[in-house]
């Protein structure tokens, strides 16, 4: 089958084709979502379950091992590990790589219901969730000013409520600041005096501050809704209500208790070069265009600077858009580098005409490939983008081959264009088919490369795959119709040696051909002598292998799974043993605050403390009050004046050793997530144990070359207070275990169950 022959005698409809192609790609390469890295889906699911005032044995045997008894019995499922800590238990399920993430998600979910009715009726929720790197954070907003948390933290929410609305936004939150709260501090003596205990007052105040429809009634012709609105708007009325009715007597709340409006205690900290700041935290949804998403969000700054409190600052940091508008342009950049550099070989290769007809191949092969990638939902990203590049001088060979032989049928046969665009695509059809996807067949394997790396590196062969069609497309379909219409030998033959616009392109063309064919001499004579000594010919290659794998063997600075990149963030943790206060934690973080000031090269430092951010993909959940996190941005690269790698090296020199707690760096990872380079798990029973062979391995192996920022996961675990309950007496006072332990659970944790 000719396909070149249909295509030439219906230019008409080509032509047609190449027009709606320009459009349509164009369009498409508008409206393809940019992002930094391919969206992939991993395959874990996290179950977090709240618990508050219950230690971290009690959480392991009340809600994570339930949770696992379930779980285990799904199928497809790699590995389940689980976290228990106080208050707090998270069981992480890995799936098999090829699983629907839907699907197990829906399982977990059952065997979770499941799993509930086996654990305590006040435990809070399951939460069930999924990882998406496409929905996390893009975009931080630091609020600034001298008139207090609140006023930061009102104008914070109304902004967040504004943000929100931005198309593709899928969500805002609000971090820092200082949130209302309505105390009653209860007084013991007084409730013991009037008989009353704490439930009784949670259950006066929950009963009463709500609103419960009344369902609907019909008076005359008219039906009406019955409403009961009974919450509770100004806290002075907390006061008036009946607690308790003794012997007729109405015990009110202000009899044993002080209703006080006050704020939040803080368990967080957030600071932008140490100063005190609400930041609110944007995140788009999948397959959104952060690109835009960003510029919106700015706008929307910008326009409401006028209905800002006088001295409120706003500042963006973590700007993913910046990150990846910089990473698409350079890629952009080496693609037009690329495509002139090609057209030049080609060119001094085959003549300006040719060459440019040829080189015509690669925006429309891109074109085509723009419309494919954008049916088939894939983002544009820096995998993509590297694709293109590496695709670049592959999709121009199945056009030179065609046109090629087309101007040669023209020269050496004395074929008309018209014959020689029928007849020479079809001479090469077959080879140009079989070299296509002999290069596809190298790259297809790709497609099944195994875990979460094959889900982050299979657009690469998806993006060749699609280019290389179109390339086949482009040559076999469109080439031909084109080189129909201009390339004519016998008129450019004689237009040649007269004086013409294109005329210095001639010459330079001939001098390289002139050029190209003494080379061709010497080549010629390299290749007469090795085939006269085959032995030395073949032993000496043998010899070259041997060479390169010596040097290689001597040189080599290792292997690593990813380029090992200057980052543009660094991490600091502060990790404090479990227990340990946020204030004490707030502390050691400003003495990590005070040493980053002499840095030149760091453009800003978040500090969030009771978080921890850019660890990886562990989840959240639960209080970390010992933790804290400082988030370091770096300068451009072209205004540093060093190596950020350096920089993270003088950090780490300057902060170790200046609190009593674990603190260490860490470097922006770039690639698909991975775990540390080494990683050494030790199992067993007891975590008394565990503890400390964890302790013997590091002593033992910190001494190793080039090891860094070495750490255990083994926690000690918090201090604890234990009530030993004298089952007899409190039998004698008609109490008993579960009593005294709500009870007690109720008066410590009262304004975190409500």
Do not use: W
Not at 120 to 126: C, T, V, W
Not at 251 to 278: L, M, P
């Amino acid at each position: 089958m000719n396909v070149a022959k249909f295509a030439v005698k219906n230019r008409v409809t080509v032509y047609i084709l190449l027009v709606i192609i320009i459009f349509a790609g164009a369009f498409s390469y508008m409206s393809l979502p940019k992002e930094a890295a391919p969206s992939i889906t991993i395959p874990y699911v996290f179950i977090s379950t709240a618990y508050f005032g219950v230690s971290p044995q009690d959480i392991e045997s009340l809600v994570s091992q339930k949770i696992e008894t379930e779980v285990k019995s799904i199928k497809d499922i790699k590995k389940i590990t689980s976290v228990s800590r106080e208050s707090f238990s998270q069981v992480i399920v890995e799936f098999n790589p090829n699983v629907k993430i839907e699907d197990a998600l829906q399982k977990v979910r059952d065997k979770v219901s499941t799993a509930k009715t086996k654990m305590p009726a006040d435990i809070e929720e399951p939460v069930i969730s999924e990882i998406n790197f496409s929905e996390s954070p893009m975009l931080y907003v630091n609020l600034t000013g001298e008139f207090g948390l609140e006023k930061l933290k009102d104008v914070g929410d109304k902004l967040a409520d504004k943000i929100e609305a931005i198309p593709g936004v899928l969500e805002v939150t609000v971090s820092g600041g200082l949130e209302r709260e309505v105390k009653i501090n209860a007084d013991a003596n007084r409730m013991k005096y009037y008989g009353v205990s704490f439930n009784d007052i949670v259950n006066s105040v929950k009963s009463e501050n709500q609103s419960i429809p009344g369902g609907s009634v019909d008076v005359g012709k008219l039906n009406y809704l019955v409403r009961v609105p009974g919450e509770i708007s100004d806290p002075e009325l907390l006061n008036n209500l009946i607690v308790k009715t003794p012997m007729g007597q109405p015990v009110y709340v202000r009899d044993v208790a002080r209703v006080e409006y006050g704020f939040k205690q803080r368990t967080s900290y957030a600071r932008e070069n140490g100063v005190e700041a609400v930041t609110l935290v944007v995140k788009k949804r999948s397959g959104e265009n952060i690109i835009r998403i960003a510029d919106e969000v700015k706008e929307l700054l910008k326009s409401e600077e006028q209905n800002f409190p006088a001295g409120l600052k706003y500042s963006f940091t973590g700007d993913q858009s910046k990150f990846i508008r910089n990473t698409v342009h350079e890629l952009e950049n080496g693609i037009i580098t690329g495509v002139l550099l090609v057209t030049l070989i080609l060119f001094l290769a085959m003549g300006f005409k040719n060459a440019f007809l040829v080189s015509l191949s690669i925006p429309i092969s891109f074109l085509i490939a723009f419309s494919v990638l954008s049916m088939m939902g894939i983002t544009l990203n820096m995998v993509v983008l590297f694709s293109l590049i590496l695709v670049l001088g592959i999709i121009v060979d199945d056009a030179i081959v065609v046109t090629e032989n087309i101007y040669r049928l023209q020269e050496k046969e004395g074929l008309n264009p018209l014959q020689a665009s029928l007849e020479g695509p079809r001479e090469v059809q077959i080879p140009v088919l079989i070299a296509t996807l002999t290069i596809i067949s190298s790259f297809f394997p790709l497609l099944f490369f195994p875990g979460i790396v094959g889900e982050f590196m299979k657009y690469l062969p998806i993006t060749l795959i699609v280019c290389l069609f179109a390339s086949l497309f482009t040559a076999l379909v469109i080439s031909p119709v084109l080189a129909s219409q201009f390339i004519n030998y016998r008129r450019d033959h004689e237009k040649s040696g007269k004086l013409s616009k294109f005329n210095l392109f001639h010459r330079i063309h001939v001098s390289f051909n002139e050029f190209f064919e003494k080379v061709i001499v010497h080549y010629e004579k390299v290749l007469r002598f090795t085939i006269r000594h085959k032995a030395l010919t073949l032993s000496g290659t043998f010899m070259i292998l041997i060479i390169v794998f010596v040097l290689f063997g001597s040189f080599s600075k290792g292997v690593e799974f990813f380029p090992n990149v200057e980052p543009q963030q660094a991490f600091i943790y502060i990790v404090y043993p479990e227990g340990t206060g946020v204030d004490k934690t707030n502390l050691a973080a400003m003495l990590v605050e005070e040493k980053l000031k002499q840095f030149k090269d760091i453009e800003y430092y978040v500090t969030n403390v009771g978080s921890e951010i850019g660890g990886g993909f562990t989840g959240g959940g639960g209080s970390k009050m010992n933790v804290a996190t400082i988030t370091i941005n770096f300068l451009d690269k072209e205004k540093r004046s060093q190596s950020s790698f350096k920089t993270i090296d003088e950090i780490r020199d300057v902060i170790e050793g200046i609190t009593t707690a674990d603190v260490r760096i860490s470097k922006q990872q770039a690639g698909p997530p991975t775990g540390p380079p080494v990683n050494i798990e030790i199992s067993g029973n007891d975590f008394t144990v565990l503890g400390e062979l964890a302790d013997r391995i590091k002593r033992e192996i910190q001494t190793i070359p080039g090891i860094a920022d070495l750490k255990d996961d083994y926690d000690a675990g918090r201090p604890e207070i234990k009530i030993d309950i004298d089952r007899e007496r409190a039998s004698l006072y008609k109490l008993n275990t579960t009593s005294i332990a709500s009870t007690v659970r109720t008066a410590i944790n009262l304004s975190l169950i409500h």
